[in-house]
């Protein structure tokens, strides 16, 4: 063995498992070098996930990260040679016909996304898999990319740090676990080992089942928790022998009933001879805290492997039998089947990138083999360019909020993401029914009152309507239609659509606490934003005002959207609650890193929002202000902000609109909500709900949404929001965001889309929600652009006052003409959808325009 380093360029923590070897490899790969690699167990690892794990490969998802990490680990596999592309099955059970039409639904998003995948009727199905009753099934989807990693990932990850050590660039040590981390002045200094203390500029942690006791060590949590995976084996079956192969069938996902199957192929080869039935539990699963995990000379079987009783999966494996009756005719081996480890994400995906705390500091925790090097490609492009080839938003621990850090809520959503890791569905609008009422806003007991339908976001409960409006569905009956399909319904109430037409035709408020707030003071906060805005920041006249801007990155794709108020002494930010968190810490690192003299402070909870909008919005709120006088046009032009006073309570108003209707953000303490709420509520105005504000008013407006519209896939210029000039100031991104001005047209334009009849073979109509490919219909294919880029709804939602549903999706510029005829793939039926406009233009603005069809 090598002589232990003192310095690294780079210390990978984990270097054993699948995730660390990729991490490694791929950071070598964009000319990385100087890198230390120590594991706790043996290299590569027998004791973590990576050891035992099934080591499957769909690539159908709802999403299209991972679509694109396990498309890029596939090809990454094969390419060494370890790749079995044998296909993946997932079938619907007869008389299951919800899980039918999640089948039609990952079918939808395997078109949005670029897979393979098809539907196979029950003959296909006995045909591509013999073992199973036809009559058992009613359908299913055939992903012919989909395969297993041979002979194990486990071999792989060897293979990649041979490999690596090979070039020189990296020294592994085995049976290293890191003790304790070095942090200096805010920056990661090194690890510290039984071997020895190793220097260095950058850790990157990828221990899979122990991230947390690492994140530890610097104060920080992960939002993951390891939870049991019962995985049986049953044998003999020699239906292979004599083949080689390592797996023979096409893997078999039988998820209504929470559960998976496949052949481990010639009984000579690596699993020999066997069946292998997987159940994820959906009732009681077995979640264990990291610091719970024994050390290897204390388990039995592994640290990541624990006993079965098989009374934990008696009642699924009759159902499995009833499915594949082979499994009750040939042997269980008891001695193979175990409780397998894996991780239950807390936050709805993986934790990756930089420290929230601690500089140089970097995660990868939380990541399946089928997703492996493609998080490590991720990781590496990350340090490297300081953005990736997909939006990574949805995987970025800068995202997260303390309260999503703390042990109770991890342990609470760990385990309500166990139970729903292969069933049921999950709705794009599903709330987390665990750790709610976190944050409330000081008028919540008003809004429990008015019988609000609360959903949470970034730990705040928001009222999408409110039962005492329901008196308005009378009203409004003809233009509130009733969603008859209740995958469209769920999650969503009617009211919500009268509110947004009574707003309109009055005024109403809307409670917007959610907003994630924070100040950038300091002698440079004018010179930071600038240097991170799009928009002119600097300057006298912008003081008192309200800028919205965006920030891009390097390669000018669009990084954030949202409002900057300059103050006298001060810039505030007004973010979403999304976004708001890793905005937060970016402006933190770009000004460190910068060397900035600012403060930068999250002020979230110190402060309020509530809307008020509608044609009436001026003179309903004419009677709680102080100085009616002030609000008059003349006074407070669009985009000022003014201090007003409202029952003694000192607000900051701002003439901003998110709804197309006129009106004002109003902001203020969070202790002066209350008395502000009563007194614009005792003039009789209407509370409307989220869904109005942030869904159906900001579609017919044709608003862009960040981390749905604006991504790091596309440009400013795209999206249709850049400034008709470009400021003097230098800011990031400027060059690029230069060069595609120059273009004669953009690859592709963010249109507003109007689907025109959305009535199904059934005579339903429908109300989609999620993603939905966008397809010629001349040629039945994905419209994709030039670079690759292929087209899906961003957003949609229905417009009462259109009375159509709206979409907005990206199209190739070859296909961005007003009036053209395109169609969307909602659930296996095909629906025509109309480009209404090419860019940002309202389908219903009041005040300039009346509604378009």
């Known amino acids: 063995?090598?002589?232990?380093?003192?310095?690294?360029?780079?210390?990978?923590?984990?270097?054993?498992?699948?995730?660390?070897?990729?991490?490694?490899?791929?950071?070598?790969?964009?000319?990385?070098?100087?890198?230390?690699?120590?594991?706790?167990?043996?290299?590569?690892?027998?004791?973590?996930?990576t050891a035992h794990a099934s080591d499957f490969c769909y690539t159908t998802s709802h999403d299209l990260l991972s679509v694109y990490?396990?498309?890029?680990?596939?090809?990454?596999?094969?390419?060494?040679?370890?790749?079995?592309?044998?296909?993946g099955l997932e079938v619907a059970r007869t008389g299951d016909h919800a899980w039918m039409e999640e089948i039609k639904r990952k079918l939808m998003s395997a078109r949005a996304f670029g897979t393979n995948a098809r539907y196979v009727s029950p003959a296909e199905i006995k045909a591509l898999f013999p073992l199973i009753e036809e009559d058992q099934v009613m359908g299913g989807m055939f992903d012919p990319d989909a395969g297993l990693v041979v002979p194990r990932s486990q071999t792989v990850a060897g293979k990649l740090v041979d490999a690596a050590e090979k070039t020189g660039k990296l020294t592994a040590f085995a049976n290293t676990p890191a003790q304790s981390l070095l942090v200096e002045d805010g920056r990661i200094a090194g690890v510290v080992t039984?071997?020895?203390t190793i220097r260095a500029d950058h850790v990157v942690v990828c221990t899979g089942l122990?991230?947390?006791?690492i994140a530890e060590m610097v104060g920080e949590d992960l939002p993951v928790m390891p939870v049991d995976h019962p995985l049986t084996?049953?044998?003999?079956?020699?239906?292979?022998?004599?083949?080689?192969?390592?797996?023979?069938?096409?893997l078999l996902r039988d998820q209504g009933n929470s559960a998976y199957m496949r052949d481990t192929g010639d009984p000579k080869s690596t699993e020999g001879g066997q069946l292998e039935w997987g159940y994820y539990e959906t009732d009681n699963p077995r979640l264990v805290h990291p610091r719970d995990l024994l050390e290897k000379h204390e388990a039995r079987l592994s640290p990541s492997q624990r006993d079965l009783d098989m009374e934990q999966i008696l009642e699924p494996l009759e159902r499995a039998i009833e499915l594949t009756p082979i499994l009750g005719e040939i042997g269980y081996n008891e001695s193979h089947s175990f409780n397998g480890l894996l991780q239950a994400s807390a936050a709805g995906g993986a934790s990756c990138g930089e420290s929230q705390k601690v500089r140089g500091l970097w995660y990868c925790v939380g990541i399946w083999v089928k997703d492996g090097p493609g998080y490590g490609k991720l990781i590496a492009d990350w340090m490297t360019d300081g953005r990736t080839e997909v939006d990574h938003n949805g995987i970025d621990y800068a995202r997260?909020?303390?309260?999503?850090?703390?042990?109770?809520?991890?342990?609470?959503?760990?385990?309500e993401a166990a139970r729903k890791i292969y069933y049921p569905a999950i709705h794009p609008r599903e709330p987390y029914a665990t750790s709610r009422n976190i944050k409330r806003s000081p008028f919540y007991d008003r809004e429990v009152e008015l019988g609000g339908y609360f959903m949470e976001l970034g730990g705040w409960e928001r009222a999408h309507g409110y039962a005492a409006n329901e008196h308005l569905l009378e009203k409004y009956a003809d233009r509130v239609p009733v969603r008859e399909n209740e995958w469209d319904s769920r999650h969503f109430w009617r009211v919500s659509n009268a509110e947004h037409l009574a707003m309109s035709e009055d005024c109403g408020i809307v409670n917007l606490s959610h907003f994630f707030i924070f100040d950038v003071e300091g002698p440079d906060h004018v010179a930071l934003m600038e240097w991170l805005c799009a928009a002119k920041i600097g300057g006298d006249a912008n003081i008192g005002k309200g800028i919205y801007t965006h920030f891009l990155d390097q390669e000018g794709m669009v990084r954030a959207d949202l409002t900057v108020i300059r103050m006298a002494d001060r810039c505030r930010i007004i973010d979403g609650a999304d976004a708001g968190p890793r905005d937060f810490h970016y402006v933190r690192r770009v000004a460190q890193d910068k060397g900035f003299?600012?403060?930068?402070?999250?002020?979230?909870?110190?402060?309020?929002?509530?809307?008020?909008?509608?044609?009436?919005a001026r003179a309903t709120l004419k009677k709680v202000v102080a100085d009616p006088a002030a609000l008059e046009p003349d006074n407070f032009p669009f985009?000022?902000?003014?201090?007003?006073?409202?029952?003694?309570?000192?607000?900051?108003?701002?003439r901003i609109s998110y709804v197309g209707e006129q009106g004002w953000e109003l902001h203020m303490a969070y202790d002066d909500g209350l008395a502000v709420w009563d007194a614009l509520r005792s003039t009789g105005v209407m509370a409307f709900g989220v869904e109005t504000y942030a869904n159906s008013r900001r579609m017919e407006k044709s608003l862009r949404l960040q981390n749905a519209d604006l991504l790091t896939q596309y440009n400013l210029l795209e999206a249709d929001l850049a400034r008709p000039k470009v400021k003097d100031a230098d800011f990031r991104g400027k060059q690029q965001h230069l060069a595609y001005r120059a273009r004669e047209h953009q690859p592709a334009m963010l249109c507003t889309l109007v689907l025109t009849d959305t009535t199904d073979a059934n005579g339903v109509v429908r109300y989609p929600v999620g993603i939905m490919p966008v397809i010629d219909p001349a040629t039945g294919a994905v419209l994709v652009d030039e670079l690759g880029r292929r087209s899906y709804t961003t957003s949609v939602a229905y417009g009462p006052t259109l009375g159509k549903n709206i979409a907005l999706a990206y199209i190739p510029w070859s296909h961005c003409q007003p009036g053209r005829v395109l169609s969307v793939d909602y659930f296996g039926e095909t629906f025509p959808a109309e480009i209404a406009a090419v860019g940002y233009q309202p389908l219903y603005d009041p005040e300039n325009t009346k509604p378009r069809s």
């Open 639 to 654: 985009a000022a902000i003014r201090p007003i006073e409202i029952a003694g309570k000192m607000v900051t108003a701002f």
């Open 597 to 616: 003299d600012v403060t930068v402070t999250d002020v979230s909870e110190q402060n309020v929002t509530i809307g008020i909008w509608g044609p009436n």
């Open 233 to 250: 084996f049953f044998g003999p079956f020699n239906a292979f022998e004599g083949t080689g192969k390592e797996i023979g069938y096409p």
């Open 69 to 87: 990490t396990t498309q890029y680990s596939i090809d990454f596999f094969e390419k060494m040679g370890h790749y079995a592309r044998v296909g």
């Open 210 to 213: 122990w991230g947390r006791l």
């Open 1 to 49: 063995m090598a002589e232990f380093p003192q310095r690294a360029r780079v210390v990978v923590i984990g270097l054993g498992g699948i995730v660390g070897a990729s991490v490694a490899h791929h950071l070598i790969e964009r000319g990385w070098d100087d890198i230390v690699g120590i594991d706790k167990s043996a290299i590569p690892t027998d004791i973590g996930s």
């Open 194 to 196: 039984h071997r020895g």
């Open 400 to 415: 997260f909020y303390p309260h999503q850090l703390q042990e109770d809520f991890i342990e609470n959503r760990g385990g």
